[in-house]
T-cell receptor
Framework: GAVVSQHPSRVICKSGTSVKIECRSL??????MFWYRQFPKQSLMLMAT?????????EQGVEKDKFLINHASLTLSTLTVTSAHPEDSSFYIC????????FGPGTRLLVL | AQSVSQHNHHVILSEAASLELGCNYS??????LFWYVQYPGQHLQLLLK??????LVKGIKGFEAEFIKSKFSFNLRKPSVQWSDTAEYFC??????????????FGTGTRLKVLA
């Protein structure tokens, strides 16, 4: 149990385009979902906390207009990187939570 | 500010050696504590967690951790490591779960390499 999926697993896009990443909890309803970035050989950096039906809470320094989060249901949250630039290239990881966070496999984004 | 420290950034062990990875947190209230493992190319997997009760917690794959409240520590141990334990290990703390938001504070991670 407690499986979290992410789609796509890898995406390459041109600078200026937008990219949507989906996070789904497959076998449980998550009250909260979290979005992280992970830089090479570093820990996870929390970007935002997403609760179903309400606005996401962004961490300090994370641009909410650039990283749009929609939490449509208790099993689905999406992160849209708008007008992506090369510096947005990273590994994006979501987690779905009841009391314990269960992590998705991550999405590697490369912006050319 | 609340923080989680993992003092060992890189650890190299031979197979069958014992392992102890340190985790200390700075928060005076009640916390939930977690250890996750990230194998190369894979996603984070939960090894074990502590919410309450017996401070010695047993997890998967022979791992255990001990919560010592007075030391603000939650060290991970394994009596005999295997080559397959090569991975990165993350400690995480939920300092404010009573609010209903189980936001983690992660440690910086410890990269373990086990030599065959």
């Amino acid at each position: 149990g407690a499986v979290v999926s992410q789609h796509p697993s890898r995406v390459i896009c041109k600078s200026g385009t937008s990219v949507k990443i989906e996070c789904r909890s497959l076998d449980f309803q998550a009250t909260t979902m979290f979005w992280y970035r992970q830089f090479p050989k570093q820990s996870l950096m929390l970007m935002a906390t997403s609760n179903e039906g309400s606005k996401a809470t962004y961490e300090q320094g994370v641009e909410k207009d650039k990283f749009l989060i929609n939490h449509a249901s208790l099993t689905l949250s999406t992160l849209t990187v708008t007008s992506a630039h090369p510096e947005d290239s990273s590994f994006y990881i979501c987690s779905a939570s009841k009391e314990t966070q269960y992590f998705g496999p991550g999405t590697r984004l490369l912006v050319l | 500010a609340q923080s989680v420290s993992q003092h060992n950034h890189h650890v190299i062990l031979s197979e069958a050696a014992s392992l102890e990875l340190g985790c200390n947190y700075s928060y005076g209230g009640t916390v939930n504590l977690f250890w996750y493992v990230q194998y190369p190319g894979q996603h984070l997997q939960l090894l074990l967690k502590y919410f309450s009760g017996d401070p010695l917690v047993k997890g998967i794959k022979g791992f255990e951790a001990e919560f010592i409240k007075s030391k603000f520590s939650f060290n991970l141990r394994k009596p005999s490591v295997q080559w397959s334990d090569t991975a990165e290990y993350f400690c995480a703390v939920t300092p404010d779960y009573t609010s209903g938001t189980y936001k983690y504070i992660f440690g910086t991670g410890t990269r373990l390499k086990v030599l065959a």
